[in-house]
Nanobody, 115 residues
């Protein structure tokens, strides 16, 4: 059974930074693209980033490009999402997912940007 569990969220002031992690338990991790998506209150799921199996290629949503960096550690079966210069509009539940649509994702971690 594929499992993904996100961590690292919390409350941060505007301009702050966070690093999200995602513990995964599927055997094909190192051969799989992985994605980060988020869902803000009252809004649709939004794909933020994708990272290829080796970690050598990434793609980012234009809305947040320049403020996020997706990486992965295949030895630990763990992807990461670094976020900087956080804004109130970044308040959302953040998920790692096996599909770019957000399907096969974990339970999420809440990020709240507020002063």
């Amino acid at each position: 059974q594929v499992q993904l569990v996100e961590s690292g969220g919390g409350q941060v002031q505007p301009g702050g930074s966070l690093r999200l992690s995602c513990t995964t338990t599927f055997g094909s991790f190192s051969a799989s693209w992985l994605y980060w998506v988020r869902q803000a209150p009252g809004r649709l799921l939004e794909r933020l980033a994708g990272i290829n199996p080796s970690g050598g290629a990434t793609s980012y949503a234009q809305s947040i490009k320049g403020r996020i960096t997706a990486t992965r550690d295949n030895a630990r079966n763990t992807p990461y999402l670094e976020m900087t210069d956080l804004k109130s509009d970044d308040t959302a539940v953040y998920y790692c997912a096996r599909r770019g649509t957000g399907a096969e994702r974990g339970p999420g971690t809440q990020v709240t940007v507020s002063s």
